[in-house]
């Protein structure tokens, strides 16, 4: 893993002035003497701050000034690697920043971590809610890309065989409008999957439309339309409003969503589950490509003739209107 140089233009962890040290039976120092009650006065003013909802940068910007030099040393390669922090551990960090494991403790701990583990823990969990976080490229990436991918492939095949897929493929062909809501990541997964099902059937939308909301949409749902939303993480903080309001609709419900969506609300019928799962920066949409491809075929094979009979519609409009292309 290549590592960013350090800057070793701070004095030694020994050597930094107005810190008094005790000799300590095992060889290492333990924190400054003059510098424990400002690391407890510093404590006590980030946790003043409700530091549970601060991150580690956060933290570390609003706390750099009142650092020693040596925890500056760390905090500076802290802010220009934070990406990386869930690679490391507490012996490596101090290796890397050339300053004690013992400094290491005490600036986490003042940073209003039990620990360097906790703050750690706290960036890997920033990756698993789809904050995308860059850790260094390796040798075998496109191996544990590719391995991850067939991974999550075989559990979202897997959801799709868990659903009352009869029932629900009924209800999405009888049902008289589509809607399909997507927000953020997730609007271009009902942009396709209204691509695919416009070649199948007609009557079918995608919300919310730019610059629009959703009450006057949704707000004239009957029992018969049915509705898919896509809900990834990350999500915007109305849809749980939304989800409530719908389940307690008279329309049928898909709910497309990973795993950190933990409530489902009562009334919501038919749930898929997407995992999201990625090696790389940024989550991976994959799956749930596969699962609208699947969805979309099951929904043709339950009409084969009146989808086959749009299809010929749509591409007589096509040649007519001459948009596509021979490539």
Known sequence: MPRAPIDHSA??????????????????????????NATVSLARHVARQG???????????????????????IARFLLAHQDELALYNAAELSRLTDVSKATVSRLFRRLGYQDFREARDQARSLRQSGVPVAAAPTADHHQRHYEQECRNLRQALAALDMLDMEALSSALAKAERLQIIGFRNAYPLALHLRQQLLQLRTQVAVLPQPGQSLGEEVARLGADDAVVVFAMRRRPQGLARLLEWLGQAPCTV??????SLSTIPAGIEHVLRCPLDSVSAFDSYAAAMSQINLLATRL????????????????DTFDALEELGDG
Request: with cysteine; hydrophobic share 30%.
């Open 254 to 259: 898909l709910l497309v969503c990973d795993d």
């Open 300 to 315: 043709l094979h339950d009409d084969l003739v009146g989808g086959r009979s749009q299809i010929r519609r749509v591409t």
């Open 51 to 73: 530091t549970r909802s601060l991150s580690l940068h956060q933290r570390l910007t609003r706390s750099l000034e009142e650092l020693t030099p040596n925890e500056q040393r």
């Open 11 to 36: 004095p030694p962890e020994d050597d930094v002035p107005g810190e008094s040290r005790a000799v300590h039976p095992d060889g290492e120092a333990p924190a400054p003497v003059a510098d424990a």
